[in-house]
């Protein structure tokens, strides 16, 4: 994504900010459906403003929340080193990679041409905003490339310290290495290290506390899914054009789930364990994601999509199927989505 002029961004940024949120005023109640006789279901409360994620392990139906938005960028806690961003933060949250540059080269003048990426939750690094940074060198040590890299961070209210100037260091036994600031400077003010965490996926890091932060509140055996807040490149109606936008969904945790979409072909109270046993699984990220609901723009709400529905096996080998049958909680309010689900055997 290019940034031919600032006004011109900025201003495309206003019109698409208007455009999302223009979906998320008051909403009519809306009834809620009627959930078939046996299956387990349980309400996730996100909250009307989508202030909380909730993570939830399917098999022992136990999950914990906590709030959205602590944390900035993360580091991956498993054999390959690689970072994360919090592009759901908001609608501008994106970073910009300058790979020519010195550290004090980089400046607001680089801003308008910079090519500013999100991650793309595929699987794959190469997809990552980051991208595949370190270069292994030998066990538990790699190097990192020279690149700078500036985040935005997307709130005008930060004014100066909007933009953070990041240039990573390297990764040993188990230690990632950052030297940042902010982008009027040309020098970093800090140099920080993030020491991995083999009971979680990520440590995180927050540039407001200068500090790392909690964000999985649970091991990383103990959750399946997390309802969160997100980004993710999605093509307009009409044109096709990918644009980033800002989304509520399911994140599955990868190192325990595996999952596969299902269409009408086969409706959900006929998908039994052989067939599941057939299906071809996958890890992405956002395979369950957030178009298991659709915004309804006459009627002013969300409605769930119908025979949509999703197959899950997890790392001991269990087949689960889970479905989503509401958007909205007894009093109408959205942020409330409601899931049921079916153990398989």
Same mark, same amino acid.
């Given at each position: 994504?290019?940034?031919?002029?600032?006004?011109?961004?900025?201003?495309?940024?206003?019109?698409?900010?208007?455009?999302?949120?223009?979906?998320?005023?008051?909403?009519?109640?809306?009834?809620?459906?009627?959930?078939?006789?046996?299956?387990?279901?349980?309400?996730?409360?996100?909250?009307?403003?989508?202030?909380?994620?909730?993570?939830?392990?399917?098999?022992?139906?136990?999950?914990?929340?906590?709030?959205?938005?602590?944390?900035?960028?993360?580091?991956?806690?498993?054999?390959?080193?690689?970072?994360?961003?919090?592009?759901?933060?908001?609608?501008?949250?994106?970073?910009?990679?300058?790979?020519?540059?010195?550290?004090?080269?980089?400046?607001?003048?680089?801003?308008?041409?910079?090519?500013?990426?999100?991650?793309?939750?595929?699987?794959?690094?190469?997809?990552?905003?980051?991208?595949?940074?370190?270069?292994?060198?030998?066990?538990?040590?790699?190097?990192?490339?020279?690149?700078?890299?500036?985040?935005?961070?997307?709130?005008?209210?930060?004014?100066?310290?909007?933009?953070?100037? %990041?240039?990573? /260091?390297? $990764?040993?036994?188990? @230690?990632?290495?950052?030297?940042? *600031?902010? !982008?009027?400077?040309?020098?970093? #003010?800090?140099?920080?290290?993030?020491?991995?965490?083999?009971?979680?996926?990520?440590?995180?890091?927050?540039?407001?506390?200068?500090?790392?932060?909690?964000?999985?509140?649970?091991?990383?055996?103990?959750?399946? %899914?997390?309802? /969160?807040? $997100?980004?993710?490149? @999605?093509?307009?109606?009409?044109? *096709?054009? !990918?644009?980033?936008?800002?989304? #509520?969904?399911?994140?599955?945790?990868?190192?325990?789930?595996?999952?596969?979409?299902?269409?009408?072909?086969?409706?959900?109270?006929?998908?039994?364990?052989?067939?599941?046993?057939?299906?071809?699984?996958?890890?992405?990220?956002?395979?369950?994601?957030?178009?298991?609901?659709?915004?309804?723009?006459?009627?002013?709400?969300?409605?769930?999509?119908?025979?949509?529905?999703?197959?899950?096996?997890?790392?001991?080998?269990?087949?689960?199927?889970?479905?989503?049958?509401?958007?909205?909680?007894?009093?109408?309010?959205?942020?409330?989505?409601?899931?049921?689900?079916?153990?398989?055997?």
């Amino acid at each position: 994504m290019k940034r031919p002029s600032l006004l011109i961004f900025w201003s495309f940024l206003s019109l698409l900010s208007w455009s999302l949120t223009a979906c998320e005023k008051e909403e009519p109640l809306y009834p809620q459906p009627q959930v078939p006789a046996g299956l387990q279901t349980r309400e996730f409360a996100m909250g009307e403003n989508y202030e909380n994620q909730i993570w939830f392990h399917i098999g022992s139906q136990t999950g914990s929340s906590n709030a959205f938005g602590l944390w900035d960028i993360a580091f991956a806690c498993d054999s390959k080193p690689h970072l994360i961003i919090n592009g759901g933060k908001n609608q501008a949250f994106s970073l910009a990679a300058f790979a020519n540059l010195d550290y004090g080269q980089v400046g607001i003048d680089q801003l308008p041409t910079a090519s500013w990426a999100i991650d793309v939750l595929n699987g794959n690094q190469d997809s990552l905003a980051f991208g595949d940074p370190f270069q292994y060198e030998s066990p538990g040590h790699y190097s990192a490339q020279s690149t700078v890299y500036v985040l935005d961070r997307g709130d005008d209210s930060l004014g100066s310290q909007r933009y953070i100037k %990041i240039q990573l /260091t390297g $990764y040993r036994a188990g @230690v990632y290495s950052f030297r940042w *600031g902010y !982008l009027p400077e040309t020098t970093p #003010r800090f140099t920080t290290y993030m020491k991995v965490n083999e009971e979680k996926n990520y440590v995180y890091y927050s540039f407001a506390k200068k500090n790392d932060v909690q964000n999985e509140p649970l091991h990383k055996s103990a959750w399946d %899914i997390v309802f /969160t807040t $997100y980004k993710e490149p @999605v093509p307009e109606p009409g044109t *096709g054009i !990918l644009y980033p936008y800002v989304l #509520r969904g399911v994140l599955i945790n990868p190192t325990h789930l595996q999952v596969c979409e299902i269409g009408p072909e086969t409706p959900f109270e006929a998908m039994n364990l052989d067939k599941a046993k057939s299906l071809n699984f996958s890890r992405k990220l956002n395979e369950i994601g957030y178009d298991w609901k659709a915004y309804d723009q006459s009627a002013n709400q969300y409605t769930i999509v119908p025979n949509k529905y999703f197959v899950i096996r997890d790392v001991t080998g269990n087949y689960f199927k889970i479905k989503f049958v509401s958007f909205y909680n007894d009093q109408g309010i959205k942020g409330f989505p409601k899931m049921a689900w079916e153990y398989l055997r």
